[in-house]
Structure formats: C-alpha cells, structure tokens
C-alpha cells in the first residue's frame, strides 16, 4: 500500500493542490491535523481533502477554530487568524472537523496518527528523545505518525534510547524493526527555511518513507492571506519557511 501523510496544511489550498498533484494515485491519504488555521481558504481546504478520501486527526488549530479549545495559549497572529477561521466555515465543515479524533490507527495499519504526540495529541512539540521516549508506550503500533512543529524529523529507537534524525528533501527512511516517530513536515507553513510543502509518502510493501517537497505558488497565497484581512506576518513568514 503506498500512503501519502499530509500535516499542517492551514487552510492553504494552493501548496495542498500542488502536493495532490504530486502525489498522483495512492491508496490512502493520511492527515494528521491542523488542517486550517494561518491560511486564507479552510471551507475549500477541508472540502478539498474530503474529495480526496483523506482520513485523519485533529490539531490545536483545528479545535482552536470550533470553539472546542481556548486561544489563550495561542500568540496573537495565531489567535486573531483562528478567529478570522471560525467566521470562514460552514456548518458542515465545522461538525466534520469537530468531529475528527485526536488519536487514531487505520484499519490494518502499524502505524498510529496524531497531532502533536500520541500522549498529548493536541499540545506536545515532539522535538527530542527524551519526550521521545517517554512517549513510547503512549502507542501500541511499530510507528507513529505526528506533525505540529512543521519540521521534517525522525525519532527511532536505537538500543533502550532513541536518536533524532534529520530530515532532507527525498530523505528514505528503511523501516525496520525498531519503533519510530516520523513527522512529514508542514504542507501549509514549513517551518524549516525550506518554504516548499513537505509531505512524507509511505510504502508499506516495500517497507520505506520517502519525504517529499514541492513548490507552489506562494506569492497566490501571500496575496489570498492579505486579501482576507490575515496578519501580514503570517503571509510574510511562507517566503521563508520558518
Ligand atoms: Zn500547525
């Protein structure tokens, strides 16, 4: 089965048309939250994912945008663009998001999804491997699948600890039987001076992760953000990926 995992798309529709396209055909779409947020276009971004059969979790922005969490910990860029958000969703797309799970394994899959860590699915930045570590018996499957900090990254057991591997685009991860946390990058908001969408593709006959990037048209996006009225800083940061 070859499985496309997309995280922290935030509502912007350009870079998650470009990876659709450079995706192609595969058997599942994988999302693993923050579907809106930051970006100019979460009505067509969450349709946009719904046609293409995408399953997934929920992240802090997306339950940020349907009043199930309090923007208090959010900055104030974050804050006033989860408010601009929930004026921007329809009813059907509010109850699909609400309705999304924080943590969850596929069907006949070894892998477990979620946003942040599978201890703390909404809140945790899995950066070292420490908390890492501690959060393996926070998931019963050989792998799981996190996004939130926008940044490419490997966590695998090696001995009775874990190592932290970077990430480079086309980076091929064998995967073997040691257990491991991967993050495929941010579609939507890269945030590892790399402004192409990251997405991370599996093949799970063949046993393999390959990250992927892509360019899209971030000036169109930059454009939709001041339009909409979005923090200049928040259209300003995707030149950059950071
Ligand atoms: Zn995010």
């Known amino acids: 089965m070859l499985v496309a995992v997309l995280s922290d798309i935030h509502s912007n529709l350009r870079a998650l048309e470009a990876v659709l396209v450079s995706i192609g055909s595969v058997d599942a779409i994988w999302q693993l939250g923050d579907v809106v947020g930051y970006g100019p276009d979460p009505e067509a971004v969450v349709q946009r994912l719904r046609e293409a059969g ?28 989860v408010e601009w958000t929930r004026t921007h969703l329809s009813e059907e797309t509010r109850a699909y998001l609400a309705a999304l799970p924080e943590v969850l394994v596929p069907d006949g899959f070894d892998f477990t999804l979620a946003h942040g860590s599978p201890r703390d699915p909404i809140w945790e930045y899995l950066t070292d491997t420490r908390a890492a570590r501690e959060n393996l018996s926070a998931f019963a499957t050989s792998r799981c699948l996190v996004g939130h900090t926008h940044v490419p990254l490997i966590l695998r057991q090696k001995g009775i600890h874990m190592e932290g ?15 491991a946390i991967l993050n495929p990058g941010s579609v939507g908001q890269p ?5 192409r969408a990251s997405y991370l593709l599996v093949d799970t006959a063949a046993g393999h992760a390959t990250w992927q990037r892509v360019r899209y048209d971030v000036e ?5 953000m001041l339009v909409a009225g979005l923090p200049p800083r928040l259209a300003r940061r995707l030149s950059f990926g950071v």
Do not use: K, Y
Not at 73 to 81: E, K, L, S
Not at 173 to 178: S, T
Not at 191 to 195: A, K
């Open 191 to 195: 945030r590892d001076r790399d402004p």
């Open 165 to 179: 591997l970077d990430v480079d685009a086309e980076d091929r991860l064998q995967l073997d039987e040691r257990r």
């Open 54 to 81: 995408a399953i997934g979790v929920r992240g802090n922005h997306d339950a940020a945008a349907v009043g199930d969490l309090s923007t208090e910990d959010f900055n104030a860029d974050a804050r006033v663009a």
């Open 220 to 224: 169109a996006t930059q454009e939709a």
